[in-house]
């Protein structure tokens, strides 16, 4: 099922989060002022002509802010349509002008008198433009003589109202005239159906289909949920830079769906567009992915930086994202990238936007890293595919200061060297001769300007030389260490042989590793199991029986364990050790009787029979030869019990054949045949306590052990 990841509504229904609209009856406009002002709306709408500014001949009403409001102007209770209410708040502009004249001063203050105890008037355009309609309109604004002071608020005058569709763009410019200052501009996007509470007021906004977004593993899933035989427009687009939007998808559909979309294909600008396949239906859209990390991860994994001939570059990506860019200096061998304040300076880049390098020549080493919140998101060697890999050049950075005064370093992953220099690094080593390079011709400039240069020196001639003196001694030491074999050739024979033996010892040393299986017929077997086991780790060989991991065995089942335990051994190597005994034998018939079902296991540790479903397999199959050997005691079991099938091994009578068992064990470089006898004994030595035991007939006491109930309950 999926697991709800982030869900989205973009049903009309009520909600905390959207706006509950004032309503507005009939279809005229109407004007309304603050208190103490009077105003007049013109009927009908005029001519937008804003015409030039001129000056002020004195104290003048300004626009100085504007103001919007949602409402829905209504011509029926259900049927309304969305309306831009507009409040410009105004005020006095301006200063009455003095009188210049002394002489004529009474008369002038006289004169100044009458105006300055006047009202002032002014006539406001509001301009109002959305896709595909524009209007404006003119209010005329009085103000009384009491409330005219210079630069000081004198209130606002409110419009009702301009009528919008629901998610469109408008503007709206305010002016005087004439005109004695900029007009104010104000743009607003308008909510659609999702951030208003209209559902049952807006006609358009009945039929909008249902959003939820759920994630299901590596899928998204869009489920629109729209009334059954619907019809219905669906797209999938990209919102990029200042607005502007590039399709991915479009699709009519018919409701219900559920759309599919991998997790790879979500970026923080992908958004998604439905609208009822009817006239003049509103469309809304959505962006749910913009702080999605998944999304952010994907945006910079698609984004690519682009080379553009001849010197320019471009930053690729579906969606705008904050970067920086610079230039920088990628050396062979690895190592950190170099930024290189000049030519390239860290500066923002704009996606998606063709930029241009300051450089003079294209180098492969050159180098474009993108950053965002100072971490490195992108870089890219452009040039590399078109002039080759990496060169191995030194770059000398150039800086100029007044009066021709200039200096030189060598770029080196420690930092810039100066030259020349006494340091220890590789640039001041070859000091001298890379300014000889560079006063000779012979490095390649880069970028040049009044601050200083670039220049790519190669290095090519001084790798060449010391790699002819590291030749030179790697000869002279061959030619001695051959004149030294020639003069002492008995002993480098005793050494050689010497060397051989270490090798064959060091192997024994590691020792092979054996899987040895059995199945677990009575104590006395176990404790012959028990025996052979810690005689073959002497050998050395690195012996895994179940006896040794109980603990093991409980925890994780005799099959999880066999498995655990065969898979290790044949990845290093080793050998499966199938010992049979009565009970191994029969289980073995049981199973190849059967066929189709695995014998049940005589208890919880009994790995024998656990195994049975992997080994016999491996034989009908013909996988068994050199990963398996069998063996079995010659007195507890007669040589013809073992069942045909096992016979494509070798199958082992102990202790009668233990040099041969020892040598299969062992493998390829085992010890000579001389020593090799002497280990068997001591396995069979080892082992004829604990197989006298098993012969022995059962309440027969043992040699040197205690009988009763006490002694019985230790076996």
């Known amino acids: 099922m999926p697991v709800p990841w982030f869900l989205l509504s973009l049903a009309l229904g009520r909600s905390p989060v959207v706006l509950s609209l004032e309503r507005l009856v009939g279809p005229q406009d109407t004007a309304r002022c603050s208190p103490g ?32 409001e949602l409402v829905l102007r209504c011509h029926q209770e259900t049927d309304c349509d969305l309306c831009v209410r507009v409040a410009v708040h105004l005020a006095v502009h301006g200063h009455w002008k003095e009188p210049k004249d002394e002489q004529f ?41 009491a409330l005219v002071q210079p630069g000081q608020s004198v209130g606002s005058v409110v419009f ?5 569709a629901l998610g469109a763009e408008v503007q709206i410019w305010s002016y005087t005239q004439p005109r004695y200052q900029k007009e104010l501009n104000f743009t607003q996007q308008l909510p659609d159906c999702r951030g208003l509470e209209v559902q049952d007021s807006i006609q358009s906004c009945w039929a909008l289909p249902q959003l939820s977004v759920s994630a299901d593993g590596d899928k998204v899933h869009l489920v629109l949920n729209v009334s059954e035989e619907q019809h219905f427009g669906f797209s999938l687009y990209w919102n990029q830079v200042q607005n502007s939007t590039k399709l991915w998808q479009h699709r009519n559909l018919t409701g ?3 759309v599919t979309l991998n997790n790879t294909d979500l970026v923080p600008c992908l958004c998604i567009q439905v609208w009822p396949l009817e006239p003049d239906s509103v469309r809304t859209s959505i962006c749910p992915f913009r702080k999605d990390p ?20 471009r930053l690729e990506a579906p969606c705008s994202l904050p970067a920086e860019a610079t230039l920088c200096w990628q050396a062979p061998g690895g190592g950190p990238c170099q930024p290189l304040a000049p030519p390239l300076s860290r500066e923002n880049v704009t996606v998606n936007k063709a930029l241009e390098f300051p450089l003079l020549k294209a180098h492969p080493n050159l180098c474009v890293q993108v950053s965002s919140w100072e971490k490195l998101q992108l870089q ?44 220890s690094t590789r640039a001041a080593r070859l000091g001298e001769q890379l300014l000889q390079d560079l006063q000779s011709g012979q490095c ?42 020639l003069l002492k050739k008995d002993h480098v024979k005793v050494w050689l042989r010497f060397l051989k033996e270490d090798v064959h010892a060091g192997a024994a040393a590691r020792g092979r590793a054996a899987l040895l299986l059995y199945s677990a017929d009575d104590k006395g077997f176990e404790r012959l199991v028990g025996a052979l086991a810690s005689a073959l780790c002497q050998l050395p060989l690195r012996v895994a029986v179940d006896l040794w991991s109980r603990r093991e065995l409980s925890a994780q089942g005799p099959l999880a364990w066999f498995h655990a335990q065969r898979r290790q051994t044949l990845q290093e190597g080793g050998v499966v050790v199938l010992l049979f005994s009565p009970g191994a034998v029969a289980l073995c018939r049981e199973w190849l009787q059967d066929g189709a079902s695995a014998p049940s296991a005589h208890g919880p540790h009994d790995a024998f029979a656990a195994s049975l479903s992997c080994v016999l397999p491996d034989f009908l199959e013909g996988r068994a030869p050199g990963r398996y050997v069998g063996a079995y005691f010659d007195s507890l079991l007669p040589p013809d019990a073992v069942p045909a099938l096992f016979r494509a091994v070798p199958v082992l009578a102990l202790p009668s054949q233990l040099p041969d068992f020892l040598r299969a064990l062992q493998g390829p470089g085992g010890p000579r045949p001389g020593r ?40």
């Open 380 to 423: 890219e060697c452009l040039w590399s595919d078109s002039l080759g890999p990496l060169n191995n050049d030194m770059l000398l950075v150039e800086t100029r200061g007044p009066q021709d005064n200039r200096s030189l370093c060598a770029l080196e992953p420690s930092g810039c060297t100066p030259l020349p220099s006494r340091a």
């Open 160 to 164: 009702d109202c301009f009528e919008a």
């Open 256 to 258: 219900p769906q559920n």
């Open 676 to 715: 090799l006898a002497d280990r068997a004994e001591q396995v069979s030595q080892a082992l004829q306590p604990s197989l006298d035991s098993c012969l022995r007939p059962p309440g027969t006491p043992e040699a040197g052990r205690e009988v009763g109930p006490e002694a019985g309950d230790r076996t």
């Open 294 to 313: 998944r999304a952010h991860h994907n945006l910079w994994s698609a984004a690519r930086v682009q080379l553009l001939p001849p010197r320019g570059w």
């Open 37 to 68: 002002l009077s105003c007049h709306l013109w009927d009908g709408d005029l001519l937008c002509l804003p015409g030039s500014i001129v000056s002020a001949p004195g104290p003048v009403l300004v626009p100085t802010r504007l103001q919007t």
């Open 444 to 485: 390649l400039q880069l970028w040049e300007d009044d601050l200083g240069a670039l220049w790519a020196c190669p290095m090519d001639k001084y790798i060449h030389q010391r790699w002819a003196l590291v030749w030179l001694a790697c000869l002279l030491f061959a030619a001695v260490l051959f004149l030294l074999l």
């Open 105 to 145: 001063g009474k008369a002038a203050d006289a004169e100044l008198e009458e105006p300055r105890n006047a009202s002032l008037q002014a006539q406001v355009v509001l301009s109002f433009q959305t896709y595909p309609t524009a209007r404006c309109v003119l209010l005329e604004v009085e103000v009384p003589a």
